[in-house]
């Protein structure tokens, strides 16, 4: 796995989360709040950590945000300060910044304003659960980041026939890569394969294509 340089801004629960997280898988994590005392919390938790106010492009640029390979802005009480850190990070050269939006209209701003990726942690966490709690059948979900996932969906009456037949990558953006007949596992299965109804279906997509694909099946 490549090492990643990682800068989180914001050291509330939600930032501080991702900065350990990310160290103790072994990246390089920059850590920066504009409140000394969250700083020196995670001082010894991360690879560096620093006193910054985002919001200033000047503090951003010495910090050297271009040279991230993520960014991932964790403010979110403070809108404006998230607005400006994620602009000032997109601007100076940011390859890929994930911010944080406390609601429906900041989320829609920050992606006017060329987040790479914009979360609602609370309302994302949320629809997880729920989808959990309503559709049994998706037993687990592995989120790969980037919006990807892997979920795994029943098939029923409407997936009839062979998968090239089908074809769900061209209808829906997914791609399935394993069958479970009955506890009989099929990994990468052929175009040839047909698929039953209650075969349990490993597919991975895009959050949106995953959804199109339940849409469809019914669920
Ligand atoms: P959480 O739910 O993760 O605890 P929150 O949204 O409740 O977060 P906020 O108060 O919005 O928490 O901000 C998270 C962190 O971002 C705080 O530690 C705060 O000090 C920091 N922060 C806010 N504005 C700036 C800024 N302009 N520059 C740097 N850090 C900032």
Redesign the pocket.
């Known amino acids: 796995m490549k090492t990643k340089q990682c800068l989180v801004?914001?050291?509330?629960?939600?930032?501080t989360a991702v900065a350990t997280t990310l160290y103790e898988m072994g990246h390089e994590v920059v850590a920066?709040?504009?409140?000394e005392e969250?700083v020196e919390r995670v001082m010894n938790l991360v690879t560096h950590a620093a006193v910054?106010?985002?919001?200033d492009e000047r503090a951003l640029r010495s910090i050297g945000v271009a040279e991230f390979d993520v960014v991932v802005v964790?403010?979110?009480?403070?809108v404006q300060?998230n607005i400006l850190?994620t602009m000032n990070a997109k601007s100076l050269g940011a390859p890929y910044v994930v911010t944080k939006a406390i609601d429906e209209m900041a989320r829609r701003v920050l992606e006017r304003i060329g987040a790479d990726l914009v979360i609602r942690p609370e309302h994302d966490m949320g629809v997880r659960l729920a989808r959990q709690i309503a559709t049994p059948n998706i037993v687990d979900t592995l989120d790969l980041g980037g919006d990807y996932a892997i979920v795994e969906i029943e098939a029923n009456e409407r997936l009839r026939g062979t998968l090239r037949d089908l074809n769900l990558t061209g209808r829906f953006g997914v791609q399935v890569i394993a069958v479970n007949r009955a506890g009989r596992v099929e990994v990468t299965p052929r175009a040839e394969a047909d698929l039953r109804p209650h075969d349990k279906l490993v597919v991975i997509g895009t959050g949106h294509s995953l959804d199109e694909l339940r849409r469809y099946l019914g669920e």
């Open positions: 801004i914001g050291l509330g629960r939600f930032g920066i709040d504009h409140n969250n910054a106010d985002a919001s964790a403010i979110g009480t403070d300060a850190a």
